[in-house]
C-alpha cells in the first residue's frame, strides 16, 4: 500500500460530514475549504498540488498543479497530520445537501474518474489529477463534463454528490443517458461521449439542454439528483432583482400587495 490506511464514519443524512481517523504520523489531504473541525493533536499544512508519491520532483509538481487550475481548483490542497502518539480525528463537509461517496480505489483498479469539483478528500498517496477528453464533441458541448477529475492510487478518497445518490452496474454494450451535471463519477473502463438530443420541438422547447451524456458499460456509474449548478440557477431565478422586493412572493396579490403596502418599486 503507498497510500495512508485511514478508518472514517459518514454522518448526517442531507448535509453529511465525513470523520477520520489517523494514526500517528498518517496524513489525510483535502480541498480548501471543506475543512469543518479536528482533534488538537492534529497539525494543518499548506501544500503544493496533492503530496501524491506520483509526483517527481519540482516539475512534476508544477505540472500537476497546472492541471488542477483547468478544473478550477486551486494551486494548493491542505494536509491534516496526526502529530501524537494517540489517534485523532478530523472532519470534512459536503459544501450543499447531498450524500459522500467513499470510493476504496483497490476496488475499481486504482482508477476513479469523477465530476470536476466533486473531490473532497482522501489518504495521502492518492493522487488527484484531470481526465482529458480526446473526443472533440465532449470538449465543445460537455459543458460540466468536458474536463473530469481522475482520481488514482490505492487508498481512500471521498467525492460528494448533489441530492439523491444512484448507483448503476452498466452490462458490456449497456447504454445510459444521463444530463451532463447529474454525472457524479464512474469506473476507467466507462465509455463517455457526448450526443445531441435532435428534434426542433426538443431544442427549442424542451428545457433541458441541447446535449447529454452517454455512457456505455461496462462499470459502475454514480449519478446525482441535484447537481449544484442546478440548484444554483433556480436560487438565482427566485432572487429578487435588483433595487426590487421580494414581499408578496407567491401571495394573491403578488406586486399589487407591494404597492398598497406603500412599496411601489417595480
Given at each position: 500500500?503507498?497510500?495512508?490506511?485511514?478508518?472514517?464514519?459518514?454522518?448526517?443524512?442531507?448535509?453529511?460530514?465525513?470523520?477520520?481517523?489517523?494514526?500517528?504520523?498518517?496524513?489525510?489531504?483535502?480541498?480548501?475549504?471543506?475543512?469543518?473541525?479536528?482533534?488538537?493533536?492534529?497539525?494543518?499544512?499548506?501544500?503544493?498540488?496533492?503530496?501524491?508519491?506520483?509526483?517527481?520532483?519540482?516539475?512534476?509538481?508544477?505540472?500537476?498543479?497546472?492541471?488542477?487550475?483547468?478544473?478550477?481548483?486551486?494551486?494548493?490542497?491542505?494536509?491534516?497530520?496526526?502529530?501524537?502518539?494517540?489517534?485523532?480525528?478530523?472532519?470534512?463537509?459536503?459544501?450543499?445537501?447531498?450524500?459522500?461517496?467513499?470510493?476504496?480505489?483497490?476496488?475499481?483498479?486504482?482508477?476513479?474518474?469523477?465530476?470536476?469539483?466533486?473531490?473532497?478528500?482522501?489518504?495521502?498517496?492518492?493522487?488527484?489529477?484531470?481526465?482529458?477528453?480526446?473526443?472533440?464533441?465532449?470538449?465543445?458541448?460537455?459543458?460540466?463534463?468536458?474536463?473530469?477529475?481522475?482520481?488514482?492510487?490505492?487508498?481512500?478518497?471521498?467525492?460528494?454528490?448533489?441530492?439523491?445518490?444512484?448507483?448503476?452496474?452498466?452490462?458490456?454494450?449497456?447504454?445510459?443517458?444521463?444530463?451532463?451535471?447529474?454525472?457524479?463519477?464512474?469506473?476507467?473502463?466507462?465509455?463517455?461521449?457526448?450526443?445531441?438530443?435532435?428534434?426542433?420541438?426538443?431544442?427549442?422547447?424542451?428545457?433541458?439542454?441541447?446535449f447529454y451524456a452517454t455512457l456505455r458499460g461496462p462499470g459502475?456509474?454514480?449519478?446525482?439528483?441535484?447537481?449544484?449548478?442546478?440548484?444554483?440557477?433556480?436560487?438565482?431565478?427566485?432572487?429578487?432583482?435588483?433595487?426590487?422586493?421580494?414581499?408578496?412572493?407567491?401571495?394573491?396579490?403578488?406586486?399589487?400587495?407591494?404597492?398598497?403596502?406603500?412599496?411601489?418599486?417595480?
Amino acid at each position: 500500500m503507498k497510500a495512508h490506511e485511514i478508518e472514517y464514519q459518514i454522518f448526517g443524512q442531507e448535509m453529511q460530514y465525513v470523520e477520520i481517523e489517523l494514526d500517528p504520523q498518517e496524513i489525510v489531504i483535502a480541498e480548501a475549504g471543506s475543512f469543518m473541525m479536528m482533534d488538537n493533536n492534529i497539525q494543518m499544512e499548506t501544500i503544493f498540488g496533492d503530496g501524491s508519491e506520483q509526483q517527481s520532483g519540482l516539475f512534476g509538481k508544477l505540472l500537476n498543479a497546472g492541471k488542477r487550475v483547468l478544473t478550477g481548483e486551486s494551486l494548493f490542497m491542505t494536509a491534516f497530520i496526526n502529530q501524537n502518539n494517540t489517534k485523532g480525528k478530523v472532519s470534512f463537509a459536503s459544501p450543499y445537501p447531498g450524500q459522500i461517496l467513499p470510493i476504496d480505489l483497490t476496488e475499481f483498479q486504482g482508477k476513479f474518474i469523477c465530476q470536476k469539483s466533486s473531490f473532497l478528500c482522501a489518504a495521502k498517496g492518492v493522487s488527484v489529477g484531470i481526465e482529458f477528453s480526446k473526443k472533440l464533441g465532449r470538449g465543445f458541448f460537455g459543458g460540466e463534463g468536458f474536463i473530469m477529475q481522475k482520481i488514482e492510487g490505492d487508498g481512500l478518497a471521498f467525492v460528494h454528490s448533489g441530492g439523491t445518490l444512484a448507483k448503476k452496474e452498466l452490462r458490456a454494450g449497456e447504454i445510459l443517458k444521463v444530463d451532463t451535471g447529474c454525472i457524479v463519477g464512474f469506473t476507467k473502463d466507462v465509455d463517455y461521449d457526448i450526443e445531441f438530443i435532435g428534434g426542433i420541438k426538443n431544442s427549442v422547447f424542451g428545457g433541458e439542454g441541447l446535449f447529454y451524456a452517454t455512457l456505455r458499460g461496462p462499470g459502475t456509474v454514480y449519478i446525482q439528483s441535484l447537481p449544484f449548478s442546478r440548484l444554483a440557477d433556480r436560487i438565482i431565478a427566485s432572487a429578487p432583482k435588483a433595487g426590487g422586493s421580494s414581499r408578496g412572493e407567491g401571495s394573491l396579490l403578488g406586486g399589487l400587495g407591494s404597492l398598497l403596502d406603500g412599496d411601489n418599486r417595480f
